[in-house]
């Protein structure tokens, strides 16, 4: 099994649009009706900090951007993640 270091607090980069709002190259706006989306990301890089500068990478191109902090619920049972319960 590969153990999956944690850090301490894990934060995400939430964004209205899953596609961009407009394209690079395009003057074409366009919207994804899906709605809101969490960004994927490797754990080893969800500080805050990252978070706070993906969001406002993103922000405007995305719609807008809120970073969250990512809460487990559940217990893991034969966890992967070091230090899970």
């Known amino acids: 099994m590969v ?5 301490d607090d894990i934060y995400v980069v939430v964004a209205e ?11 074409e706006n366009f919207y994804d009706n899906k709605g809101p989306i969490v960004f994927e ?24 951007t809120r970073v969250a902090k990512l809460v487990f619920l559940d217990k893991e049972i034969n966890s992967a993640f070091e230090g899970g319960e």
Do not use: W
């Not at 990301?41 to 807008?64: F, H, P, T, V």
């Open 3 to 7: 153990v999956i270091k944690m850090i």
């Open 41 to 64: 990301q490797y754990i080893k890089d969800a500080s805050l900090k990252n978070a706070i500068k993906k969001s406002s990478e993103l922000s405007g191109r995305y719609g807008k």
């Open 17 to 27: 649009n899953n596609l961009p709002i407009k394209s690079i190259g395009s003057d």
